[in-house]
C-alpha cells in the first residue's frame, strides 16, 4: 500500500471539480494507492527530463504526481 499526499493547491482545486470529475477523481486516488502505474486502467505518460514523475489524463485536467 502506497500514500499518497497532496498539497493545499491541488487539494483546493479538487475540492471545485464538478461531482462526475470528483468520482472519477476518488477512484484514480484509490487505485494509486495500491498501484502507482495502473497503466491499463489509465492515460499515463512519464515526464521526459524527469525521474519518475508521471501524467494522469482524466477528462481535460492532468494530474502530476511523482513515485517515491
Same mark, same amino acid.
Given at each position: 500500500?502506497?500514500?499518497?499526499? @497532496?498539497?493545499?493547491?491541488?487539494?483546493?482545486?479538487?475540492?471545485?471539480?464538478?461531482?462526475?470529475? %470528483?468520482? %472519477?477523481?476518488?477512484?484514480?486516488? @484509490?487505485? @494509486?494507492?495500491?498501484?502507482?502505474?495502473?497503466?491499463?486502467?489509465?492515460?499515463?505518460?512519464?515526464?521526459?527530463?524527469?525521474?519518475?514523475?508521471?501524467?494522469? %489524463? @482524466?477528462?481535460?485536467? %492532468?494530474?502530476?504526481?511523482?513515485?517515491?
Amino acid at each position: 500500500m502506497f500514500e499518497i499526499y @497532496l498539497s493545499n493547491k491541488s487539494l483546493k482545486t479538487l475540492r471545485k471539480l464538478e461531482d462526475e470529475i %470528483r468520482g %472519477r477523481r476518488k477512484d484514480l486516488l @484509490l487505485t @494509486l494507492k495500491t498501484s502507482p502505474l495502473p497503466i491499463k486502467e489509465y492515460d499515463i505518460k512519464k515526464i521526459s527530463g524527469a525521474e519518475d514523475v508521471y501524467r494522469i %489524463r @482524466l477528462s481535460t485536467y %492532468r494530474i502530476i504526481y511523482k513515485i517515491k
